[in-house]
């Protein structure tokens, strides 16, 4: 695996009109994925993460207005003219969002669905195509491809609705996968059974990814490094195996422990004071600072600013510190 990055999202900040006036929605965002590699951008609803995802596309709002450094094998995204915008779109990212109801035309085949997207962008003859598409269904779990092709949406459960979106985007041939909370729609045995196809899919092609969740748990299971965000803000980035036992920040720390742990039926779980932020919401200091255990003046006047954490960043004047026990600890 390439250490060089393939996405690079550099102090990313996003101004919106809402209500009239501009306001920033996304104060700062900072994502590194090397080629091949996964990453998590974790979050709560508000925080940003699916803007912050749609900007790599430029598939923000009307009005929107990026600023920062956002970078695709060194090529910037939004600097690109509309042809290359276009192809990049057609080529080299592919995403795979939320609700697939919502972005599949329900008067079309599945078939039409998979195949316009080859014969259009990419110029693949029809019966090319189908080929292609029908191999990749099955590859997605789909052994009646080729009745599924002749159906439309409608006729489709949820799980295999969305197993038709991963095949769309695998039919790009991408280099980067972009999974928008893909499977929060969906009861929990087929949500394992689709993050299972994408992880398979993404090894076999040596594809990066930028996986939008607001599971902690499930980030750290399926990518090799978190980012979390907060409030328009990432407030902490880490390996994903590092995540229970070496969390600097507040914020990161109080979302574990509000989670129910399968080896520690007993312990009590904690609920996170007052109510989250949206990025348009965020003070001049600290998003968070309402909210921590740990705040103190200097966070109420003060925006933090990105710091080294072990092998991570963490944005906080006052991030948790490690015992000796706590600092020799990998688990």
Do not use: W
Not at 142 to 147: C, L, Q
Not at 304 to 315: I, T
């Amino acid at each position: 695996m390439s250490s060089s990055p393939l996405l690079q999202i550099n102090a990313l900040r996003i101004d919106l009109p809402l209500d009239g006036a501009v306001r920033t929605v996304v104060h700062r965002a900072d994502v590194s994925i090397p080629a091949g590699a996964g990453v998590a951008l974790v979050g709560e609803s508000g925080s940003g993460k699916s803007l912050t995802a749609r900007s790599v596309l430029s598939l923000l709002p009307k009005g929107a207005r990026i600023h920062g450094d956002l970078l695709f094998a060194g090529e910037s995204v939004p600097a690109m003219k509309p042809e290359r915008l276009r192809r990049f779109r057609a080529s080299d990212v592919a995403m795979v969002f939320q609700d697939p109801r919502a972005h599949i035309n329900p008067a079309r085949s599945i078939g039409d669905f998979l195949v316009e997207g080859l014969t259009t962008a990419r110029g693949v003859p029809a019966a090319e195509a189908i080929t292609k598409v029908t191999g990749i269904l099955r590859e997605v779990g789909i052994a009646d491809a080729g009745r599924r092709m002749r159906q439309r949406p409608q006729e489709l459960s949820g799980g295999l609705l969305q197993r038709v979106m991963i095949a769309a985007a695998l039919a790009a041939e991408p280099r980067l996968l972009l999974a928008d909370e893909p499977t929060t729609a969906l009861d929990v045995t087929t949500q394992e059974e689709v993050m299972a196809i994408v992880t398979e899919a993404r090894e076999a092609r040596g594809l990066a990814m930028l996986f939008i969740t607001h599971d902690l748990e499930l980030a750290a299971a399926v990518c090799d490094r978190v980012v979390v965000m907060y409030a328009g803000t990432t407030v902490e980035e880490l390996p994903a195996d590092r995540l229970r036992s070496r969390a600097a920040h507040p914020y990161t720390r109080a979302l574990l422990a509000s989670r129910p742990s399968v080896g520690d039926a007993g312990a009590q779980l904690r609920s996170i004071a007052g109510r989250p932020l949206s990025g348009f919401e965020a003070p001049a200091g600290c998003a968070f600072g309402d909210r921590c255990p740990r705040v103190q003046d200097r966070c109420r006047g003060e925006r933090p600013r990105h710091r080294p954490a072990g092998d991570g960043l963490v944005a906080c004047h006052f991030p948790h510190t490690f015992s000796p026990e706590e600092a020799g600890s990998h688990v």
